[in-house]
Nanobody
């Protein structure tokens, strides 16, 4: 089993930046890809960014050029650097990981086995 713990959320003004972190514990050697998702009130959860063990990444069109996903050398912590934030980025952000998937395209929330509890990001206009 793998446990994921997010941190770094908060309130920021439009145009500002935040950096989210997600630390994995437990059977971390079994983790393949890791990803960030988000869910705004009244909306479905959506994939924001994904990173594979080899460092390949993919992003939702809405965040390309503004968000950057990265992973530490031990591959047990994943980060999401969010720049030029917009009010529409307001959501609960969830970290996810999977023991099987190690590619970066054609994925969605249903692709991932392990989830964190989420961290709130609020962007004021």
């Amino acid at each position: 089993q793998v446990r994921l713990m997010e941190s770094g959320g908060g309130l920021v003004q439009a145009g500002g930046s935040l950096r989210l972190s997600c630390a994995a514990s437990g059977r971390i050697f079994s983790i393949k890809s890791m990803a960030w998702h988000r869910q705004a009130p009244g909306k479905q959860r959506e994939l924001v960014a994904v990173i594979t063990t080899s460092g390949n990444t993919d992003y939702a069109d809405s965040v390309k050029g503004r968000f950057t996903i990265s992973r530490d050398g031990a591959k047990s912590t994943v980060f999401l650097q969010m720049n030029r934030l917009k009010p529409e980025d307001t959501a609960v952000y969830y970290c996810a990981a999977d023991p099987w998937i190690d590619y970066e395209t054609g994925l969605g929330p249903a692709s991932y086995d392990w989830w964190g509890q989420g961290t709130q990001v609020t962007v004021s206009s």
